[in-house]
């Protein structure tokens, strides 16, 4: 399974934009997908997660408002449309595939096997 994600850039605080995680595979319509985030010198955090068929959204307090996250099964992708952007969103975005089997919070890292290589979000005040 290969994630890649893309999308990323420098924006202006009050921006927008739009990242995509293209997945590998025929499975991908079988798995809860999510979007994590770490900026220099903090942890991972949870950003955004959807689940199988996009029935349910997952959003982190910080983002809740602003972020949308959304997924297209017959592309094999994955969306975060991120508005009103704040200088603080500044991260490295990540997409992920949460495991089946082991179960686990959409919020925790470790329940996700798959992940991304990454893409760098900016927002300049």
């Known amino acids: 399974v290969q994630l890649v994600e893309s999308g990323g850039g420098l924006v202006q605080a009050g921006g927008s934009l739009r990242l995509s995680c293209a997945a590998s595979?025929?499975?991908?319509?079988?798995?809860?997908m999510g979007w994590f985030r770490q900026a220099p010198g903090k942890e991972r955090e949870f950003v955004a997660a959807?689940?199988?068929?996009?029935?349910?959204?997952y959003y982190a307090d910080s983002v809740k408002g602003r972020f949308a996250i959304s997924r297209d099964n017959a592309e094999n992708t994955v969306y975060l449309q991120m508005n009103s952007l704040e200088p603080d969103d500044t991260a490295v975005y990540y997409c992920?595939?949460?495991?089946?089997?082991?179960?686990?919070?959409?919020?925790?890292?470790?329940?996700?096997?798959?992940w991304g290589q990454g893409t760098q979000v900016t927002v300049s005040s």
């Open positions: 595979g025929r499975t991908f319509s079988s798995y809860t």
């Open positions: 992920a595939r949460k495991r089946i089997l082991l179960g686990g919070s959409v919020e925790d890292g470790s329940a996700y096997d798959y």
């Open positions: 959807i689940t199988r068929s996009g029935d349910r959204l």
